[in-house]
């Protein structure tokens, strides 16, 4: 059976010395992909997740130095949520404190114990206690001990006008199915063990957000390969009238891209090739790698980029 979830999100930062510095040694994530955005290439993309960066545990950045800071609201993401063994939540609220990261008390969010955070450029995430979580395999390789080690993503909340059409294409094209409502929000499931939920809060009138440093540009849905992926895209133009592009080459995924009725940028992402494609397993994120048709401007582009340790 084709597995449905999420298959990573991207976002927005500010320096990208210090985006790697909190991704990897505060929240033990793996760099499973130093390159640049193919559409700027002035501009790295950084990819963090877990050992072999699979679908669903996957958090992308394109860092910009003294970035303006984004504004939370109507038509964004909320929220990111990562995946960590439920009796793991203690040690991670120590954790936050000695690092002296900014983070709010412990709270219940449908029946799952939840502590929200923010990073460096003030991009809202959260870690989610799941008890089938200390079973999934952990990366050993991190600055966090495997047994607390995040096992992929938990989800998004995304922050909305109304609820109903955004939730239509969810069920209807993505793979998911409502699970629960709880407060205004309502939560739907894909069947993907990591990347699994997709919460929508509707607002109303509340204010639009402003993309910036802290800010989601997008988030991606698996397709399990070329075929799936166009046939989603048909049934959005065809049930749902949306306007999707074509098939763009991300070298480690195929993709194609559609607003959805609440303003999101949604991306559908083919799960192959994988992060593996261009360098070996145990090698990933150790060096620059650029697609072919930017090789011939490597110099260029490495002088350009700023160091990361």
Do not use: C
């Amino acid at each position: 059976m084709t597995e449905t979830g999420l298959h990573h999100v991207t976002a927005f930062s500010g320096a990208a010395a210090r985006n790697a510095e909190f991704y990897t040694a505060v929240l033990g994530l793996r760099l499973v992909k130093k390159t640049v955005n193919f559409d700027d290439p002035g501009t790295y993309h950084l990819y963090y997740g877990d050992e072999t960066g699979r679908p669903g545990t996957i958090l992308t950045f394109f860092p910009i130095a003294h970035a303006a800071p984004g504004r939370a609201g109507v038509g964004e993401t909320q929220e990111t949520a990562f995946r960590v063994p439920r009796a793991s939540i203690g040690w991670w609220t120590h954790r936050l404190i000695e690092k002296g990261v900014s983070h709010e008390a412990l709270v219940q969010v449908f029946g799952e114990p939840t502590l929200r955070l923010r990073d460096p450029d003030g991009t809202a995430l959260a870690l989610v206690g799941v008890a089938e979580a200390g079973e999934a395999p952990a990366w050993t390789g991190g600055a966090v001990p495997a047994e607390h080690a995040i096992r992929g993503m938990h989800g998004v909340t995304l922050l909305l006008d109304t609820a109903e059409a955004t939730g239509a294409i969810l069920t209807g094209v993505l793979g998911f199915a409502e699970t629960g409502r709880e407060g205004g929000a309502i939560r739907y499931a894909g069947t993907a063990r990591e990347g699994t939920f997709v919460t929508l809060r509707a607002v109303g009138g509340f204010l639009r957000g402003r993309t910036g440093a802290g800010s989601v540009h997008h988030i991606a849905f698996r397709a399990a390969d070329d075929a799936a992926q166009a046939a989603m895209a048909q049934a959005l133009r065809e049930r749902f009238g949306l306007s999707v592009t074509e098939q763009r080459d991300r070298q480690y995924f195929r993709s194609v891209y559609f607003r959805e009725p609440g303003g999101v940028l949604f991306e559908i992402a083919t799960d192959a090739p994988g992060f593996a494609v261009d360098e070996p397993v145990e090698a990933l994120g150790d060096a620059l790698k650029l697609p072919a048709f930017l090789e011939p401007h490597r110099a260029s582009i490495e002088q350009a980029l700023p160091a990361i340790a």
